[in-house]
């Protein structure tokens, strides 16, 4: 069977944990920061984890991870 090809966009926005879940960032924290709380931009801040139901979905993307 041949090798599967890796999905470089998905690559570049996902890691996997020590538990084989995947980390990813948040969104809305790229710009029109000023209108935003102190609070909702240091939670957004932190990375969180992929939800269960696109968990298969990210996997498959990333078979190598």
Do not use: C, N, W
């Not at 890691?15 to 609070?39: A, D, V």
């Not at 969180?48 to 078979?63: F, G, N, Q, Y």
């Amino acid at each position: 069977m041949p090798k599967l090809k890796t999905h470089r966009g998905a690559a570049k926005r996902f890691k996997k944990t020590g538990t084989g879940k995947f980390k990813r960032g948040q969104s809305k924290m790229r710009h029109i920061l000023t209108s935003k709380e102190t609070k909702t931009k240091r939670r957004l801040a932190q990375s969180t984890l992929v939800s269960d139901a696109d968990h298969a979905k990210v996997a498959r993307m990333i078979p190598y991870a």
